[in-house]
C-alpha cells in the first residue's frame, strides 16, 4: 500500500501547479481521500478532501475558489490543481487516503487522523 505524490515545484506567486498523487496497492473506490499541508514551523492543515462515495468536496476557506480536488478512479490517481498561488501556499503538501469498508461514509475531512495512508509529501514553494 503506497501513496506516491508528485507535482511540486518553485512557482512564482500568480502561477499554478497540479499535484498529482498515485495509489499503488489498493483503489479509491469507497473512499475519501484529502490534501493536507505543513509550513515550516506550523502544524498540519487541511485543505481539502474528496469523498468518491457521493462526490462531495470540502475546502478550507484559505484555499476555497484557488485549489479543485479532483481523482481518477481509472488511473488510480488524485489530483490537486492550485491555481493564483501565493506565498503563504508554501508548504510541504501530503495527500491520504481514508477507506470507508463498506461502513459509514460519514468523516471529519479536516482531522489527521481520519486517514489510514499518507504519501511521503512534496515541497510546493511560492516565490512573490
Known amino acids: 500500500v503506497q501513496l506516491v505524490e508528485s507535482g511540486g515545484g518553485l512557482v512564482q506567486a500568480g502561477g499554478s501547479l497540479r499535484l498529482s498523487c498515485a495509489a499503488s496497492?489498493?483503489?479509491?473506490?469507497?473512499?475519501?481521500i484529502g490534501w493536507f499541508r505543513q509550513a515550516p514551523g506550523r502544524e498540519r492543515e487541511a485543505i481539502s478532501s474528496l469523498n468518491s462515495y457521493n462526490g462531495r468536496t470540502y475546502y478550507a476557506d484559505s484555499v476555497k475558489g484557488r485549489f479543485t480536488i479532483s481523482g481518477d478512479n481509472a488511473e488510480n490517481t488524485m489530483y490537486l490543481q492550485m491555481n493564483s498561488l501565493i506565498p503563504e501556499d508554501t508548504a510541504v503538501y501530503y495527500c491520504?487516503?481514508?477507506?470507508?469498508?463498506?461502513?459509514?461514509?460519514?468523516?471529519?475531512?479536516?482531522?489527521?487522523?481520519?486517514?489510514?495512508?499518507w504519501g511521503q509529501g512534496t515541497q510546493v514553494t511560492v516565490s512573490s
Open positions: 496497492g489498493f483503489t479509491f473506490d469507497d473512499s475519501a
Open positions: 491520504a487516503v481514508k477507506k470507508f469498508h463498506g461502513g459509514s461514509r460519514r468523516y471529519l475531512w479536516g482531522m489527521s487522523q481520519e486517514y489510514d495512508y
